[in-house]
């Protein structure tokens, strides 16, 4: 017992809850509903109870990039209002270091979200406006978002869209422009079991160098899947599966090389925990591996350049571990950073720290 007390604790000094640890040991599996959530799904926020969450570390199981974060929410009548400061948006990230791989500052600075949600009878409702801005004057580096999410959900379905109205990135006369982003998502609840879900993406920027443009990204994802989940005594063990289409085409219009294209077709499966190990300690773990349909196909102009069908082994394992000492709750992530070996001196082992107080 003593021995266990004492990795729970340098689990807890290290590492987070209802936070991106917790999802991202949990596979990121859909049917999940909780503090950060809210960033992708709204009108989660009506359902959580006045909080406040504080983590950093890794931001993702498939990336190392880190960052801070935190999320208050409250409550004025039936109405629920959460703050977000510091969450950088993926897609954003994603497209600007597509384009500008080798830039740091690229990301989104000191990014904040307001969200408002309520109900409307048996259906919660919720808004949330997201904002970025940054100008370092003397090296000639800008940055700035700005994009609106809505969503709505009852005891049975849920839906939600993503609206990127401004992703803007500049340094001297290089600029990476995103255009009208659009991310539409939803679910439905089949049975308590079982629960169904979508989401059609539609991304794009444009990379130029002057007057000169020379790139035009265009990302297009589709993804229909379920998840199955059993409960039973507060522990949780879920299985699920998803087909995922994608296209990414990328016109280099100024460039001599020629443009790309990119598809893939995969069908990734997950299975996952989580239980109550003791009174004050949480285990939770998940693998994920695509099967049977993994293909994908990369052209260079008129030529194939690489083509998988299926491709290589891409398994990978998440786990953490959560603390409850009664209204606070400190998760932290075993593994995270997209390395499957233990690592002392990697971003992997209790990557990921977070706390969260419930009112």
């Known amino acids: ?63 190392t990039a880190t960052s801070a974060e935190g999320m208050l929410i409250k409550s004025f009548g039936e109405a629920k209002v959460g703050i977000a400061l510091g969450h950088k948006d993926v897609n954003v990230n994603d497209l600007r270091t ?62 939600s869209v993503d609206l990127g ?30 629960y169904v879900y979508g989401s059609y993406s539609m991304l794009g920027a444009k990379k130029s160098s002057g007057s000169t443009q020379d790139n035009d990204l265009d990302k297009n994802v589709i993804q229909a899947g379920a998840v199955t ?50 009174s004050w300690l949480t285990l939770r773990g998940s693998v994920t591996q695509t099967v049977l349909i993994n293909d994908t196909k990369e052209e260079t102009g008129s030529t194939t350049s690489s083509e998988f069908s299926p491709g290589a082994n891409n398994t990978t394992f998440a786990a953490g571990a959560g603390l409850k000492f009664n209204k606070v709750t400190v998760d932290g992530s075993i593994l995270a950073g997209g390395k499957q070996n233990i690592d002392l001196g990697s971003n992997n082992l209790l990557g990921q720290v977070g706390l969260t107080y419930a009112f």
Do not use: C
């Open 1 to 63: 017992m003593k021995s266990l007390l004492t990795i729970a604790i340098i689990i807890a000094s290290s590492t987070a809850f209802a936070t991106r640890s917790r999802l991202n040991a949990l596979g990121n599996a859909a049917h999940l509903v909780e503090q950060a959530t809210v960033y992708g799904s709204p009108s989660d926020i009506v359902g959580l109870s006045e909080s406040l969450t504080l983590e950093t570390g890794a931001t993702s199981t498939s990336g």
């Open 165 to 194: 109205l401004a992703n803007k990135w500049t340094s001297g006369t290089t600029e990476v422009k995103g255009k009208t982003n659009l991310v539409v998502g939803g679910g439905y609840n089949v049975s308590p079991e079982l």
């Open 229 to 278: 989940s059993l409960k039973k005594d507060g522990n949780e063990f879920f299985y699920g599966a998803s087909l995922v289409n994608t296209v990414v085409k990328d016109a280099k219009t100024s460039l001599s090389t020629d443009d790309t294209k990119t598809t893939a077709l995969t069908l990734p499966v997950i299975i996952g925990f989580e239980a109550d190990a003791a």
């Open 98 to 159: 597509t384009l500008v791989p080798t830039t740091v500052t690229v990301t989104q600075q000191n990014p904040i979200e307001l969200t408002y949600g309520t109900k409307m009878g048996d259906m919660s409702v919720a808004g949330t406006l997201v904002y970025s801005n940054y100008n370092n004057k003397k090296a000639d580096e800008k940055e700035n978002t700005m994009s609106v999410r809505a969503g709505a959900q009852t005891a049975l379905w849920t839906a």
